[in-house]
């Protein structure tokens, strides 16, 4: 693929490398389908662990000013309710240790299965295929994705706890007024969209990169390993190869630099948008609280309920389909593939998959 058609791809194209996310999660789930299930019942307590909190939080206020008025009222009492909020609290700190644990379990075997594809593939390749440069390239980026897949993984899994909260938290919202979750929604696509956007040019730049960062690696190894030291020092090549790599440094530095500037630029413009959005709602809530409609109780789990889904919906932007670590693991997705299906079919690939899951 030329630089071109690295920058210049389309919202269609962009959307299309998610394709890969399906077999990306059957190699996941092959591997180790207990570990698999582990996580996701681990998250989901999580989530609703995390909601429940906040609702007894604002249960904590609602007995305080019961109290303070001595209105009568029914159910748990202010200690009661306390005490509920320390087990959850107890109970989350366990769940998040487990979670951990088995990510990083997974985490260990997945990398082993993918880096053993990528070996086996390597070694069924003919010779010539290795005297390819584009065919070299797509397996120097195969062979990062055999370490970084698993952040891929990790993302989609925590997008589901995120889901989770976010559809618990929202539902809360939307019962008072479903138009503030709708204009939140609405005040994030601006950001959703910037975020795409600076995404997919930090693609194309490591895309672009590639040979370069190989270049660059091989200058470190001359002027850094035994075995060739020796003839860099006769011939006085040291200077000239730190120069290079100086040169070729500076260059990548000058556009990475250039793009992560305008990218923070426009994000803090865009990031507006949603903070504006939270406090209309929560000026909208409070005048419901002033005028009795609602407890105080119940303005403390909106007002909260709100603010969390504004930042899963930001940080999910950020995570999912419109980040810039998220879109480069699904567009590197392409690379892995691409280097596992040079010169072999398909057929060969789904047996090596279930050949090595059983490791």
């Not at 897949?149 to 007024?177: D, E, G, K």
């Not at 504004?310 to 950020?318: A, F, I, K, P, Q």
Request: charged share 15%.
């Amino acid at each position: 693929m030329s630089t071109e058609d690295a920058t210049q791809r389309t919202w269609k194209e962009r959307f299309a490398a998610l394709r890969n996310i399906p077999e990306l999660l059957k190699l996941v789930w092959k591997t180790s389908p207990l570990l698999v299930l582990t996580s996701l019942v681990l998250r989901m307590f999580l989530a609703g662990c995390t909601v429940a909190q906040v609702y007894m939080a604002a249960l904590v206020f609602t007995r305080i000013v019961q109290s303070m008025t001595h209105t009568p009222y029914r159910g748990l009492t202010i200690w009661q309710i306390v005490s509920l909020e320390v087990a959850l609290v107890v109970a989350n700190e366990f769940a998040t240790r487990a979670v951990t644990l088995t990510d990083n379990l997974l985490g260990d075997r997945f990398t082993n299965v993918t880096s053993l594809m990528l070996m086996r593939h390597s070694l069924a390749l003919d010779l010539a295929f290795f005297e390819d440069p584009g065919f070299n390239d797509k397996l120097e980026r195969a062979r990062r994705q055999t370490a970084s897949r698993l952040a891929m993984v990790v993302v989609l899994a925590t997008m589901f706890q995120y889901c989770v909260m976010l559809a618990l938290f929202s539902s809360s919202v939307a019962i008072v007024s479903p138009w503030l979750l709708l204009l939140l929604v609405l005040a994030l696509g601006p950001l959703f969209a910037g975020e795409s956007h600076f995404a997919m040019l930090s693609y194309s730049l490591l895309f672009r990169w590639t040979p370069g960062r190989r270049h660059l690696d091989y200058l470190r190894f001359l002027t850094t390993s035994n075995s060739s030291i020796k003839e860099i020092k006769i011939f006085g090549l040291g200077e000239h190869l730190v120069q290079q790599s100086r040169e070729l440094f500076d260059r990548y530095y000058k556009e990475n630099k250039s793009l992560a500037v305008k990218r923070a630029v426009v994000g803090a413009g865009l990031g507006l948008a949603p903070g504006a959005a939270y406090y209309g709602a929560y000026i909208y809530i409070l005048i419901q609280t002033l005028n009795h409609q609602i407890t105080i109780g119940q303005f403390a789990f909106l007002a909260q309920s709100f603010m969390r889904c504004r930042t899963l919906v930001l940080t999910y932007s950020r995570l999912g389909l419109g980040s810039l670590p998220a879109l480069v693991h699904y567009l590197h997705l392409d690379q892995f593939d691409a280097a596992l299906n040079f010169g072999m079919s398909l057929f060969v690939i789904r047996a090596m998959t279930r050949q090595y899951c059983e490791i």
